[in-house]
Nanobody, 122 residues
Framework: QVQVVESGGGLVQAGGSLRLSCAAS????????FGWYRQVPGRLREFIAT???????AYAGSVKGRFTISRDNAKNTVYLQMNSLKPEDTAVYYC????????????????WGQGTQVTVSS
């Protein structure tokens, strides 16, 4: 089993940056299976980023070039560096412990954290 806890959200001006953290704990997990999603009230939870099998990472088109996913195995933590933030990035950001790639996109099948609020002001 695995537990995940997101942190690092807050209020930031458009054009600014934030780094979100996803801290993992439990008996067994692989950090390279983790990924990030976000959700606005009234909308479906949206895929943001995950690590690709082999090397590199996959990103939603809306954040590609601005966001970077990374991990620190010693700290059991996955990060989401968010740069050049826009008001449309405002959402609750969630971490999932097991994101799989399928024919139709990416599927979150692991444990969710509680989410962390990101608000970008114009």
């Amino acid at each position: 089993q695995v537990q995940v806890v997101e942190s690092g959200g807050g209020l930031v001006q458009a054009g600014g940056s934030l780094r979100l953290s996803c801290a993992a704990s439990g008996t067994t997990f692989r950090l390279n299976a983790f990924g990030w999603y976000r959700q606005v009230p009234g909308r479906l939870r949206e895929f943001i980023a995950t690590f690709k099998d082999g090397a590199g990472a996959a990103y939603a088109g809306s954040v590609k070039g601005r966001f970077t996913i990374s991990r620190d195995n010693a700290k059991n933590t996955v990060y989401l560096q968010m740069n050049s933030l826009k008001p449309e990035d405002t959402a609750v950001y969630y971490c999932n412990s097991d994101v799989r790639e399928g024919l139709l996109g990416y599927h979150p099948v692991g444990a969710w954290g509680q989410g962390t609020q990101v608000t970008v002001s114009s």
